[in-house]
């Protein structure tokens, strides 16, 4: 049982007490979460409806009592990149990360010409190393510039 204070902590951001695997940055947390949604201009109700779960998963998700899962992040980043990109002017990531022709033939992202959604692709080959699991490619992709112009929050 979480005590109270540690409680409050977690709801308000502080920190974020995830056992030994889970540092904060690698996940959505309730802020974020509320965030996003509000960003999209959709209620708890109609959030709900698009992410296909229940509205006591999105209370759930927003007050901090469960943590979001890597399916509703993804389409979370998703469907705000989608209502963002109409922007034509967003450079693709290897543009803007400046990859060399051998990494940029290799990756994922190129060969889908996915550049303004790396981030939704595993296995994409970012800082040189394909990073295979979500958590870890989350990491990375919090601190890049190419998610953040598109969910219009600061990278790192």
Known sequence: MTDPTTLCHILH???VDTGPTKKRGE????K???KLRKNLNKTQKE???LLGVSIKAIHSYEQGWRTVPPHV???MFFLTARKRSNNNKQKPCWSIKKCPPKQKKACPAWEFQAGKFCW???GTICCGTAHEKWKEKMA???SCEVLASLTGSDPG
């Open 32 to 34: 974020e979460f509320a």
């Open 120 to 122: 939704f692709i595993n």
């Open 73 to 75: 992040e993804r389409q």
């Open 27 to 30: 996940f959505m947390d309730c």
């Open 13 to 15: 951001g502080d920190f």
């Open 140 to 142: 990375l992709c919090r």
């Open 47 to 49: 959030m709900a409806q």
